[in-house]
C-alpha cells in the first residue's frame, strides 16, 4: 500500500495518468480495492483517506442538481425536463444547461450528475418519458452529447442512464426487455454511442431491467461485447441504486460500482467470492481502475474532506438560462386565426384550469427537487400589466389526496409536521430524534436518520384548521405499517396492508376515509408508522425496508368546478384553460395507464365546456408524453407547455403573450389514440418479459410506415411567424466512409416578428437489402432570424447517417446505392429533397 503521502494525478499529461493509476492499484491492498466497488452510504464512495483520496458525491438527476436528500432537500435550480429540453431541439443550448448544472453539482458538493437520461419513448405510458429526450435516437444522443460536454466541461461527471432498453417503470426490477439486436443497436444503444463517441461520458448506470434475459448490470453482452470491446468505452460503469444483481457477474461484466451503499453484493461477499477464486483480483483491478480514473478526472486526489452542501447558487444567469430554455421548449401545436399571442385587445383574461395555480414545475421520483422558488401560469400571466384576470379551478386533477401540507401546521404554527423517530420498531416512550418537516410525502428512502437505523419506527404531528364544514377527506398510504388518528380518533388503519400502490417505491395503494369536520376547529392528526416490510409473509425479503408514508387531505367540493369556470369564460376577451398531468400522474415507478388526461374526463369535459362559450379559448398542455385531445378541432390554439422548471410560469407567459415567439418542435409522436402507438400489443409484457415487438419501428417509423394519422407529427411545432424554405443544396454526390457531405438551405423568416426555426434532415434509403424506415432524422440545425432574414442552416451527413445494423455482418453497413436527403419542417412537413448515393457498400463497428 502506498504510504501516507497524497496522491495526485490531475497534473500529468493523460498517458502520464494512465501509467500512476496503474502504479497506485499495484500499491493497493486487496480490502481498500474492494472498498471502492461500492457505496459508503446513499450517495458517496468510500474515500480512502490515507492516500488524501476523497469520496465521490453522486447527486439526482437530468434537470437539477438535487443534493443528498430525495425529497424536500437543499433548494436547488429547477431546470425543464429532458422532453422540454429536446423540444428545444437546440444543442449550444442544452451544452449551457450542462455547464451551468455543473456549478450547480458543485455547489452541492457533488462530482457526478446522475444524468442525462436517454432512455428512448417506445410508448406514450412510459412513466420516465418526461425525464428522457424523445422516441428518436439520433435527437436523443446528440442532446445529450451536448449536455455532457457542457457538464464535464466544467469537470463534474455525467453519468448517461439508464443503460438499456429501460423504456418502462412497470416491474423495472424484474421485467426482461426483449428486443432483437438489429433494434437494439438502431435504436436503444443508439443514443448512448453516440454520447461515448462525441462527449465520453465518465460514467454510466446499468438499468434495472433484464436484457434478453440477464440483468443489465451483468450482461455481458451489452457491458462487455458492446460498452467495452466494440465501443472501448473507459468510463466507470455504475449500477442503478440497487440494481446490482449479483457479485460475480456483474463484477465479471464491468459493472464497477455497487449502488447505493453499503455493500450489500460486494465487501464481505466480493472477499469471499475471490477467495474462492470466482472473480479474480484482475477483476477487481480492472474496476478498481475505471473508479479510480473517474476519482481522478473529478479532483478528488488530494481532496479528501466531504462539506457539506448547503451551499444554493440562484443566481440571475441560471434564472435567465431556465427561461431561456423553456421558453425554447413550449411547442405551438395550433394557432388559427391568429388566437396566439394575446395582443393589447385582450382586456379581460379567464384563466382556468387545476394547473394554474399550482406550479406544475417536474415530473416525479429521482428527477424531482425542491426549487429554488416556483412561478406559477397564474402569477406570471397577471402580472403583465393592464389585463383583469378571472380565474376559476375548473376540475380536480389529484391522481390522491392533495397533499395534507397544503394545509397543516406544526404546533409552534409553522407549515408543515413534526416527525419523530424511535429507536427500533416498536416506538418507546421518547423519540431519539425530532425534525420539522414541510411537506406530508414522508418518503425516508435516504433520510432517515442512521441514528435510528436499521430498525425504527416514526410519529408524524401535524395540526388541520378546516376552511369549511362538512365530510372531509383524508388519504394514507404507508411503506410499513401504518395509522392514522384524528382527534386521538383511529381513521386509518393501515397496519398490515396487502396491496401495493405506486408512490414512493413500494407503499400501500391509498386509503381515503371521511369525518365530519367544522370549519374553524382545529383537528388533531397523527400517525404512526415503522419500518418493517409490508406486505407481511413475503419470502426471503429483508424484515425492514426503508419506511415512510404520505398524507393527503380535501374537503368536500362546495361548487360546480365547470359552471364556474363557463361562467367567467363568457365574460372574458380570452379564456386559457391549463391542463395536463403533474408529478404524482408521471413519475419514475410506474407507468401511465390512460393517454387520456385525468382525471375521468374532467378536463376533457372542461375545455369543451369553456371553448363553446369563448371563441379564442387556448389550451396549455403541461405533461411530459401525449395526452389525447378529443377537443382538438373545438379550440383555436394549443401549446405544449411540458414540465418547464422554476421558471415555468414566466416562460409561459413570455409565449402567450407574444415577448417570444415559439420555437419549441416535438421530440415526440402525438398520436390519435393510445391504440395507435408501436408499442400497443407489447406493453408492459406479461410475465415479467416484455417483447420489443414492434423492432426498429417505434415513433414516426411506425407511424409512417403504417400511414396512420397521427394528432401531432414528430418534429412539429409553429412559430408566430412563417418560414420560406429555399432549394436545398448538397456539396457532393458520393457519400463514402472518408467523405462526408454537406446539405445547405436558405430559410427567409417571412414574417414580422423575429423567430427560430429548426430545419430538419431526414435520410430515405432507397433500396437496402433488409426493410428500413420510410425515412429516419439523421440531422437538424436551429437557426435565429429577424423579420426579412435569410440564413443558411447547413447540416452535415456522414457514414453514420445512411448506415443500419445487418445482424450478418455482423455490424454497421452503408450499402452501396440512391439515397436521399429530406428537408422538412417537421417530419411531415416536407420542404425539399436532394439525390446523393454511396459508390460501393461499406461497413463497421464504431
Ligand atoms: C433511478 C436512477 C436514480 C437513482 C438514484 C433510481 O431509482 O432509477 O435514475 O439516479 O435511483 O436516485
Not at 379550440?635 to 416562460?651: F, R
Not at 472518408?738 to 434509403?765: A, C, H, M, W
Request: proline share 6%.
Amino acid at each position: 500500500m502506498v504510504g501516507q503521502k497524497s496522491v495526485k494525478l490531475v497534473n500529468g499529461s493523460q498517458e502520464e495518468d494512465e501509467v500512476e493509476l496503474k502504479s497506485l492499484i499495484s500499491k493497493l491492498s486487496e480490502e481498500k480495492k474492494i472498498l471502492l466497488l461500492s457505496g459508503k452510504d446513499f450517495w458517496r464512495t468510500q474515500p480512502l483517506p490515507e492516500l488524501n483520496v476523497g469520496s465521490l458525491k453522486t447527486t439526482d438527476g437530468p434537470n437539477g442538481a438535487r443534493g443528498e436528500f430525495f425529497t424536500d432537500g437543499t433548494p436547488a435550480a429547477l431546470f425543464p425536463c429532458g422532453i422540454s429540453l429536446a423540444a428545444t431541439w437546440n444543442v449550444d443550448l442544452l451544452h449551457k444547461v450542462g455547464s451551468t448544472l455543473a456549478k450547480e453539482a458543485k455547489a452541492k458538493q457533488a462530482q457526478v450528475l446522475l444524468a442525462p437520461t436517454v432512455c428512448l419513448h417506445r410508448s406514450p405510458l412510459g412513466g420516465r418519458n418526461f425525464e428522457s429526450f424523445s422516441e428518436d435516437p439520433i435527437l436523443t444522443g446528440k442532446l445529450a452529447a451536448a449536455y455532457i460536454n457542457g457538464l464535464q466541461g466544467e469537470g463534474v461527471a455525467a453519468t448517461i442512464k439508464h443503460f438499456v432498453a429501460n423504456e418502462q417503470e412497470t416491474l423495472r426490477m424484474q421485467i426482461n426487455s426483449v428486443v432483437e439486436e438489429r433494434a437494439l443497436r438502431e435504436l436503444y444503444l443508439k443514443p448512448f454511442e453516440i454520447a461515448i463517441r462525441d462527449a465520453n461520458p465518465w460514467a454510466l448506470m446499468s438499468s434495472y431491467n433484464l436484457i434478453n434475459g440477464l440483468h443489465a448490470d451483468m450482461n455481458p453482452f451489452t457491458l462487455r461485447k458492446v460498452l467495452r470491446e466494440e465501443w472501448r468505452y473507459k468510463g466507470a460503469v455504475i449500477s442503478d441504486w440497487g440494481g446490482t444483481n449479483s457479485t460475480v457477474e456483474s463484477i465479471k461484466a464491468g459493472c464497477d460500482l455497487e449502488m447505493p451503499g453499503p455493500a450489500k453484493l460486494r465487501g464481505k461477499a466480493l472477499k469471499a467470492a475471490l477467495d474462492r477464486g470466482d472473480v479474480t483480483i484482475q477483476d477487481i483491478d480492472e474496476s478498481v481502475e475505471r473508479i479510480l480514473r473517474l476519482l481522478n478526472k473529478t479532483g478528488r486526489f488530494g481532496a479528501p474532506l466531504d462539506e457539506p452542501e448547503e451551499k444554493t447558487l440562484d443566481t440571475e444567469e441560471t434564472r435567465e438560462l431556465i427561461r431561456k430554455a423553456g421558453v425554447e421548449g413550449i411547442t405551438l401545436l395550433k394557432n388559427n386565426d391568429g388566437a396566439l399571442p394575446l395582443g393589447p385587445e385582450v382586456k379581460k383574461i379567464a384563466l382556468i384550469g387545476p394547473n394554474v395555480k399550482r406550479a406544475i414545475a417536474g415530473g416525479g421520483g429521482s428527477a424531482s427537487l425542491k426549487p429554488y422558488y416556483n412561478t406559477t401560469p397564474y402569477d406570471s400571466i397577471a402580472a403583465a400589466p393592464g389585463c383583469e384576470i378571472i380565474f376559476a379551478q375548473g376540475a380536480q386533477i389529484d391522481k390522491w389526496l392533495p397533499l395534507a401540507s397544503n394545509v397543516c401546521k406544526t404546533p409552534s404554527g409553522q407549515p408543515g409536521v413534526v416527525l419523530e423517530f424511535f429507536k427500533g420498531d416498536k416506538f418507546g416512550d421518547s423519540p431519539l430524534i425530532v425534525q420539522t418537516r414541510a411537506k406530508t410525502d414522508l418518503f425516508l428512502w435516504d433520510s432517515a436518520p442512521v441514528e435510528v437505523l436499521p430498525a425504527y419506527s416514526f410519529k408524524v404531528k401535524t395540526t388541520i384548521v378546516p376552511e369549511t364544514t362538512g365530510e372531509h377527506q383524508f388519504g394514507f398510504q404507508s411503506v410499513g405499517p401504518g395509522r392514522l388518528f384524528v382527534n386521538k380518533q383511529l381513521l386509518i388503519d393501515n397496519w398490515n396492508w396487502t396491496q401495493a400502490g405506486e408512490a414512493m417505491f413500494e407503499a400501500s395503494v391509498e386509503v381515503v376515509a371521511s369525518i365530519h369536520l367544522d370549519s374553524g376547529v382545529p383537528v388533531e392528526i397523527l400517525v404512526e408508522s415503522t419500518n418493517e416490510t409490508r406486505p407481511l409473509g413475503k419470502a426471503g425479503a429483508p424484515t425492514h425496508g426503508y419506511g415512510g408514508c404520505r398524507i393527503g387531505y380535501q374537503e368536500s367540493p362546495t361548487v360546480d368546478l365547470i359552471q364556474e369556470a363557463v361562467d367567467i369564460a363568457a365574460d372574458a376577451d380570452a379564456a386559457i384553460i391549463i391542463v395536463g398531468l403533474d408529478a404524482e400522474w408521471e413519475s419514475e415507478g410506474y407507468d401511465r395507464q390512460s393517454m387520456d388526461l385525468p382525471k375521468d374526463g374532467s378536463q376533457d369535459r372542461l375545455v369543451s365546456a369553456v371553448a363553446k362559450v369563448n371563441k379564442r379559448t387556448i389550451v396549455v398542455n403541461q405533461s411530459g408524453s401525449p395526452v389525447t385531445m378529443p377537443w382538438v378541432e373545438e379550440v383555436p390554439a394549443i401549446l405544449q407547455a411540458w414540465y418547464q422548471g422554476q421558471e415555468a410560469g414566466n416562460a409561459l407567459a413570455d409565449i402567450i403573450f407574444g415577448n417570444e415567439s415559439p420555437s419549441g418542435k416535438l421530440p415526440v409522436t402525438f398520436p390519435k389514440r393510445l391504440e395507435d402507438n408501436p408499442a400497443y400489443h407489447n406493453w408492459p409484457g406479461e410475465n415479467k418479459k416484455v417483447v420489443y415487438g414492434e423492432g426498429i419501428y417505434i415513433g414516426y417509423k411506425h407511424y409512417e410506415r403504417l400511414a396512420l394519422d397521427v394528432l401531432f407529427p414528430f418534429g412539429h411545432g409553429l412559430s408566430y411567424t412563417e418560414f420560406y424554405y429555399g432549394e436545398p443544396k448538397i456539396s457532393g454526390t458520393v457519400l463514402s466512409s472518408s467523405n462526408s457531405l454537406t446539405v445547405s438551405v436558405p430559410v427567409t423568416n417571412k414574417g414580422k416578428v423575429g423567430g427560430q426555426e429548426t430545419v430538419q434532415l431526414y435520410i430515405r434509403d432507397i433500396n437496402s437489402r433488409l426493410p428500413r424506415p420510410e425515412k429516419e432524422l439523421q440531422g437538424f440545425s436551429k437557426v435565429a432570424l429577424g423579420p426579412g432574414e435569410t440564413k443558411v442552416a447547413n447540416i452535415v451527413i456522414d457514414m453514420y447517417s445512411v448506415g443500419y445494423y445487418d445482424t450478418s455482418i455482423p455490424g454497421w453497413i452503408a450499402e452501396a446505392g440512391e439515397f436521399e436527403a429530406i428537408i422538412g419542417s417537421s417530419s411531415q412537413d416536407i420542404r425539399g429533397t436532394v439525390p446523393f448515393k454511396v459508390e460501393e457498400s461499406f461497413s463497421w463497428v464504431f
